[in-house]
């Protein structure tokens, strides 16, 4: 039976605790570290406090029944959930910035020479148009004494004559051997006669911002520091950004750790290498013998190795370079699973937290975080949506609680936990969104973790598919798949549960409450995952568009504002040219531009360029080059409120 008295009271607890969240951005200074470890002690202590009751108050009794099975299954699962956000709310206390030490040390070397830098960017299988925007943004950075390496593992001979075209290198080896990592490695071996000082290594999507050398460059003043790390920025939306609409209201998956996770690391000294958009000293790599080969993510390992060497990885938090995000769903979860399977695979290597190797505690425990995160969130996602069904078709009650203690206990400590991430990270932990991001490759990424823990060795390179043709509607029917059976199975169970007592019981009490609210939540995740299997066409879009003053000339010139920009034309406000016209436009760091309109619609008018190659290399540079950041950092919360919305009504 639900007590309204001991509810109201409960209730109470979560208006108090909303209440000090209206207070959190007044009083804690999130770059304070007194200020988040108060934060982020308090809620330990509750995830503590409610994983105690948990385990004293809403578990079956021992014994060999199916209640007491389930229950304590989840608790366990929980347990792991909880000790991995502790582990994280612990790294979360701490937090660092290094963009006023890189802009105090610009220029360290002083009248020596300016140090030899070598670009590396290994390729397989992308389209030209990628390769394209790298390889130029590469040549456009500020640094004259630079040399670019294009490493092609696809042996193509259209790109062996674009690079001697552009005048860079091109290196083609006689294998594939050990995937990326073996392909630096051979391009690092070549180099060994006539070594540069530094090394840069980009992934073929991603395009370098022209000052990436020289504030990165700037925290090599210690002569400690082995590798910098910068955060991944993306100028097109990711699929659950794009298939959701929220591509203008919330952030890419990867900003909580680029923007708030690696930052925090960092001041623990165990931020670690992302692969891409990361330099290197010559030194060092050479000091421990190239990338490790014995991981799919052989950046994190090279990291851990780096330090058991006594070489030092620091993050510059500042948007360096911008890249690709997979625009296909299937690639959005191949790419996440390759990550899980590579930590598993340091974990169990020679360098895993319970190995001989000499390294520090701290590092054991980066590695341990880490692997946690992949082993416990994917399967505890997966479970959150089974075990309700238990209690629908079966009668077994995994969770045999109270309304009250459900919001005292649990209310109490999701809405804390909810209030200060969100805090901490530009408000970046959005319920349900969040929780389909991570369920649409928990199957895949869960397999991934236990296969990697278990059978660590013999699994090849996964490449993540990038460009390509995205100009129609597909469904992703495998993947939509089980998550349309569950969808089905939630609702049949809870449409049983409301008008009938044949399948759940109502002796149950609270406790079928509890599986209600529970059940409808999951409702709502397993719908929008569904939604999200349903890939909308792309086309080509810079998420960083921001309105920009322009000149047409239609006859005469005017001034107009461009709305959005991309290599094939753009959309102006301020003139109405009918279709077919021809005009030019001139636009700042590109020059004059010919081009056809497309027509007027209330949007304003579009146009198609002709440009020049000339013309065509400086779109590119202003698009992809310039020091700025792609995309949105925090989400916004009404503007997501209002695209989600229009995206599901319109799905209807």
Same mark, same amino acid.
């Given at each position: 039976?639900?007590?309204?008295?001991?509810?109201?009271?409960?209730?109470?607890?979560?208006?108090?605790?909303? +209440?000090?969240?209206?207070?959190?951005?007044?009083?804690?200074?999130?770059?304070?570290?007194?200020?988040?470890?108060?934060?982020?002690?308090?809620?330990?202590?509750?995830?503590?406090?409610?994983?105690?009751?948990?385990?004293?108050?809403?578990?079956?009794?021992?014994?060999?029944?199916?209640?007491?099975?389930?229950?304590?299954?989840?608790?366990?699962?929980?347990?792991?959930?909880?000790?991995?956000?502790?582990?994280?709310? @612990?790294?979360?206390?701490?937090?660092?910035?290094?963009?006023?030490?890189?802009?105090?040390?610009?220029?360290?070397?002083?009248?020596?020479?300016?140090? !030899?830098?070598?670009?590396?960017?290994?390729?397989?299988?992308?389209?030209?148009?990628?390769?394209?925007?790298?390889?130029?943004?590469?040549?456009?950075?500020?640094?004259?004494?630079?040399?670019?390496?294009?490493?092609?593992?696809?042996?193509?001979?259209?790109? !062996?004559?674009?690079?001697?075209?552009?005048?860079?290198?091109?290196?083609?080896?006689?294998?594939?051997?050990?995937?990326?990592?073996?392909?630096?490695?051979?391009?690092?071996?070549?180099?060994?006669?006539?070594?540069?000082?530094?090394?840069?290594?980009?992934?073929?999507?991603?395009?370098?911002?022209?000052?990436?050398?020289?504030? =990165?460059?700037?925290?090599?003043?210690?002569?400690?520091?082995?590798?910098?790390?910068?955060?991944?920025?993306?100028?097109?939306?990711?699929?659950?950004?794009?298939?959701?609409?929220?591509?203008?209201?919330?952030?890419?998956?990867?900003?909580?750790?680029?923007?708030?996770?690696?930052?925090?690391?960092?001041?623990?000294?165990?931020?670690?290498?992302?692969?891409?958009?990361?330099?290197?000293?010559?030194?060092?790599?050479?000091?421990? +013998?190239?990338?490790?080969?014995?991981?799919?993510?052989?950046?994190?390992?090279?990291?851990?190795?780096?330090?058991?060497?006594?070489?030092?990885?620091?993050?510059?938090?500042?948007?360096?370079?911008? +890249?690709?995000?997979?625009?296909?769903?299937?690639?959005?979860?191949?790419?996440?699973?390759?990550?899980?399977?590579?930590?598993?695979?340091?974990?169990?290597?020679?360098?895993?937290?319970?190995?001989?190797?000499?390294?520090?505690?701290?590092? !054991?425990?980066?590695?341990?975080?880490?692997?946690?995160?992949?082993?416990? =969130?994917?399967?505890?996602?997966?479970?959150?949506?089974?075990?309700?069904?238990?209690?629908?078709?079966?009668?077994?009650?995994?969770?045999?609680?109270?309304?009250?203690?459900?919001?005292?206990?649990?209310?109490?400590?999701?809405?804390?936990?909810?209030?200060?991430?969100?805090?901490?990270?530009?408000?970046?932990?959005?319920?349900?969104?969040?929780?389909?991001?991570?369920?649409?490759?928990?199957?895949?990424?869960?397999?991934?973790?236990?296969?990697?823990?278990?059978?660590?060795?013999?699994?090849?390179?996964?490449?993540?598919?990038?460009?390509?043709? !995205?100009?129609?509607?597909?469904?992703?029917?495998?993947?939509?798949?089980?998550?349309?059976?569950?969808?089905?199975?939630?609702?049949?169970?809870? +449409?049983?549960?409301?008008?009938?007592?044949?399948?759940?019981?109502?002796?149950?009490?609270?406790?079928?409450?509890?599986?209600?609210?529970?059940?409808?939540?999951?409702?709502?995740?397993?719908?929008?995952?569904?939604?999200?299997?349903?890939?909308?066409?792309?086309?080509?879009?810079?998420?960083?568009?921001?309105?920009?003053?322009?000149?047409?000339?239609?006859?005469?010139?005017?001034?107009?504002?461009?709305?959005?920009? @991309? =290599?094939?034309?753009?959309?102006?406000?301020?003139?109405?040219?009918?279709?077919?016209?021809?005009?030019?436009?001139?636009?700042?760091?590109?020059?004059?531009?010919?081009?056809?309109?497309?027509?007027?619609?209330?949007?304003? =008018?579009?146009?198609?360029?002709?440009?020049?190659?000339?013309?065509?290399?400086?779109?590119?540079?202003?698009?992809?080059?310039?020091?700025?950041?792609?995309?949105?950092?925090?989400?916004?919360?009404?503007?997501?409120?209002?695209?989600?919305?229009?995206?599901?009504?319109?799905?209807?």
């Amino acid at each position: 039976m639900i007590h309204l008295g001991e509810t109201a009271s409960s209730f109470m607890q979560v208006v108090l605790v909303a +209440g000090l969240a209206l207070l959190i951005p007044i009083l804690a200074d999130k770059e304070r570290t007194l200020h988040r470890a108060i934060l982020l002690a308090t809620a330990s202590a509750l995830a503590l406090r409610y994983l105690w009751w948990r385990a004293t108050e809403t578990v079956a009794p021992l014994g060999l029944t199916w209640d007491w099975a389930a229950s304590w299954s989840l608790l366990a699962l929980e347990t792991l959930s909880v000790i991995g956000s502790i582990s994280a709310f @612990t790294m979360l206390a701490r937090t660092r910035r290094r963009s006023a030490e890189a802009s105090a040390n610009l220029g360290w070397w002083g009248a020596a020479p300016e140090p !030899r830098v070598a670009i590396l960017i290994a390729t397989y299988n992308e389209d030209r148009e990628v390769l394209e925007r790298t390889i130029l943004g590469s040549l456009g950075l500020r640094h004259a004494s630079k040399t670019i390496h294009v490493l092609d593992d696809g042996k193509r001979d259209w790109l !062996r004559d674009y690079c001697a075209r552009r005048g860079v290198d091109y290196v083609r080896r006689p294998d594939n051997r050990d995937a990326k990592a073996g392909n630096i490695n051979h391009a690092l071996d070549a180099m060994a006669a006539d070594p540069p000082d530094f090394v840069v290594v980009l992934d073929a999507d991603f395009v370098p911002h022209r000052g990436f050398l020289s504030r =990165t460059l700037a925290l090599f003043h210690d002569p400690t520091v082995g590798l910098v790390q910068t955060p991944q920025h993306f100028f097109n939306a990711d699929p659950i950004q794009h298939n959701l609409n929220l591509s203008r209201s919330y952030p890419d998956e990867q900003r909580f750790f680029f923007d708030t996770m690696e930052p925090c690391r960092d001041a623990w000294d165990i931020a670690f290498c992302c692969g891409t958009s990361s330099i290197a000293r010559w030194e060092a790599l050479r000091a421990i +013998g190239g990338f490790p080969t014995e991981s799919v993510t052989e950046d994190f390992m090279l990291t851990v190795v780096l330090q058991s060497a006594g070489w030092r990885t620091v993050y510059l938090d500042e948007a360096l370079t911008e +890249g690709l995000a997979p625009e296909g769903l299937k690639e959005y979860v191949t790419q996440r699973a390759r990550w899980c399977l590579g930590m598993m695979q340091i974990a169990r290597s020679k360098v895993g937290p319970f190995s001989r190797a000499p390294i520090r505690l701290r590092d !054991r425990w980066s590695v341990l975080d880490a692997g946690a995160y992949w082993l416990t =969130t994917f399967p505890f996602r997966i479970a959150a949506l089974v075990f309700p069904l238990l209690y629908w078709y079966f009668d077994i009650l995994v969770v045999d609680a109270r309304v009250p203690d459900v919001i005292s206990h649990f209310g109490v400590y999701y809405l804390w936990t909810l209030v200060a991430l969100n805090h901490l990270s530009r408000g970046n932990v959005v319920p349900v969104i969040n929780d389909v991001s991570q369920l649409v490759g928990a199957f895949q990424i869960s397999r991934a973790a236990l296969v990697g823990l278990f059978r660590p060795h013999g699994h090849p390179f996964t490449v993540t598919a990038k460009g390509g043709d !995205r100009s129609r509607i597909q469904v992703q029917w495998h993947m939509m798949a089980p998550f349309a059976a569950l969808l089905a199975l939630t609702l049949v169970g809870l +449409g049983l549960g409301i008008v009938s007592d044949r399948f759940a019981f109502f002796d149950a009490g609270d406790g079928k409450a509890v599986v209600l609210f529970w059940t409808i939540y999951n409702v709502a995740v397993l719908a929008l995952t569904v939604v999200v299997c349903i890939e909308l066409p792309r086309a080509e879009r810079h998420v960083a568009d921001a309105p920009e003053r322009a000149e047409l000339i239609h006859g005469r010139p005017r001034p107009v504002w461009i709305s959005e920009l @991309t =290599t094939q034309g753009t959309r102006v406000d301020g003139a109405e040219i009918p279709k077919g016209e021809q005009v030019s436009i001139r636009i700042a760091e590109v020059g004059e531009v010919a081009a056809t309109s497309l027509g007027y619609r209330t949007s304003g =008018t579009t146009l198609l360029f002709h440009c020049t190659s000339e013309q065509l290399d400086a779109l590119q540079l202003k698009l992809y080059a310039e020091d700025n950041m792609p995309g949105i950092a925090g989400a916004r919360l009404g503007s997501l409120v209002r695209d989600l919305g229009r995206k599901l009504a319109f799905t209807r």
